[in-house]
């Protein structure tokens, strides 16, 4: 549980706080929505970086300084970068010209350094638990704008949200000796991925089995927030895969016929709980099992993806990556990885996606030959139709559940939905 400490160099630190002293930062709420109006028309190729300080739970008077001072290690590169003080305590940087895996590095040491001092109190507006975001900026225009304008609106009455606490170690010792005596099969749940595809020949596609960490934290641990701090989070759903992993050993009998997708970290994979998991593997689902990793997890332990790749190659595994976005979709070679399966998670906000960008996003799905893609968390008909559009042959989430419960097909569905 251990981890390497992340600090500023002496430089970096002088610089971030002679200038915090010299001068108190000016927010540019108002100078960033009047760029952002003005040159809705240019944005093809501008990305932006949104480092949430907001959400840190000690704030830091000279954190968006500190960020701007690593930062600039990225200007001298871009053909574009400007940083933005948000008066929420957030920093938002637009540039041009920079390679995505550079920019990623950069973000990973801003985020170790701040957490290793200090928690995030929840999720950030995107539903990730990190300090930082990385996103297109033509398919994200409207939300950038939204969420300042919001922030504007909201300030003078502005209440902090009650939050639970971040769990301890203390408390996180307790939840796993909890969880080793612990039945999780009433938090076991499957959830269908439909094949929706003209060509398909059969309707499902596999079933993902995942905990429901949710109500699992209801459970077992009422108190405190697993999630809000991301290295106890990362260590947490490393235990729970062993927990999984002990769970399926005693029997796979209720999901016999079918093909099954785990959650599982890469560090679970090569662990040797997951090596007597696959010695106990029933030969029928041999080849019928999909590793499912999460972005995050890729893409800071990208030599051990690497790896993972090799063995599920050697023992007949597929592997997904989870989490995706239409950014990242356009910035993954996933034929390079080796990837069978992609999930992009839908928001209604790709119904106003800048039509070149959707165009480039729907060139990337279409010329993948090996990846297949899934549309997530598709919560209404219009997600489903919107996949079908785009080229996306299949769909999981709320609505998927939906139109099976009634027994009726999900491609059926979608052809009356887009008849009406």
């Known amino acids: 549980m251990g981890r390497d400490r992340v600090r500023l160099s002496t430089t970096e630190k002088q610089a971030a706080v002679a200038a915090a002293k ?24 501008m990305r932006l970086i949104h480092m949430h300080l907001s959400l840190l739970k000690d704030k830091d008077p000279s954190s968006q300084m500190i960020v701007r001072t690593i930062i600039q290690e990225l200007a001298n590169k871009a053909s574009y ?86 769990i301890t170690l203390e408390e996180m010792a307790k939840l796993e000796r909890a969880m080793q005596m612990f039945d999780l099969s009433p938090f076991l749940f499957n959830q269908a991925i439909a094949n929706i595809g003209r060509s398909a020949d059969e309707e499902m596609a596999y079933f993902e089995l995942y905990i429901s960490i949710k109500l699992l934290q209801e459970r077992l641990c009422p108190d405190y927030d697993i999630t809000a701090n991301k290295w106890l989070f990362n260590y ?91 950014f990242w979709v356009t910035n993954f070679d996933l034929e390079y990885l080796n990837v069978d399966y992609a999930k992009i998670f839908w928001s209604s906000d790709m119904l106003e996606m800048d039509p070149t960008f959707e165009k480039y996003f729907m060139d990337r799905i279409n010329e993948q030959d090996r990846c297949k893609f899934i549309l997530a968390r598709c919560d209404s008909v219009s997600s489903l139709v919107y996949a079908q559009k785009v080229g996306i042959n299949m769909v999981q989430g709320r609505a998927v559940d939906n139109i099976l419960r009634k027994g009726v097909s999900v491609r059926e569905a979608i052809s009356h939905a887009k008849v009406a």
Not at 28 to 45: F, H, I, P, T, V
Not at 98 to 111: H, I, M, P, S
Not at 274 to 303: A, C, M, Q, W, Y
Request: proline share 3%; aromatic share 8%.
């Open 81 to 166: 970068l400007q940083s933005f003080n948000i008066s929420n305590g957030d920093v938002i940087i637009l540039y041009k010209g920079l390679k995505l895996t550079g920019v990623t590095d950069v973000c990973q040491k801003v985020e170790q350094i701040f957490l290793s001092k200090t928690t995030l109190t929840g999720p950030n507006p995107y539903k990730e638990y990190s300090l930082y975001s990385i996103m297109e900026l033509a398919l994200n225009f409207i939300n950038v704008i939204r969420f300042i304008e919001e922030l504007q609106a909201t300030e003078t009455g502005n209440h902090a949200t009650e939050t639970k606490p971040p």
């Open 236 to 326: 947490f759903t490393a235990n729970l895969d062993q927990s999984v992993l002990r769970a399926l050993n005693h029997g796979l009998s209720f999901m016999r016929g079918r093909r099954i997708g785990i959650n599982i970290n890469l560090s679970t994979v090569i662990s040797t709980g997951f090596v007597k998991f696959d010695e106990r593997l029933p030969i029928d689902f041999r080849g019928h099992v999909v590793l499912e990793i999460s972005k995050g997890d890729l893409i800071e332990n990208l030599t051990l993806f690497n790896e993972v790749v090799e063995f599920a190659q050697d023992r007949q595994y597929q592997i997904a990556v989870d989490g995706l976005n239409p």
């Open 22 to 45: 010299d001068q108190k930062p000016e927010f540019d709420n108002d100078k960033l929505l009047n760029l952002l109006r003005s040159a809705k028309s240019e944005l093809q190729g």
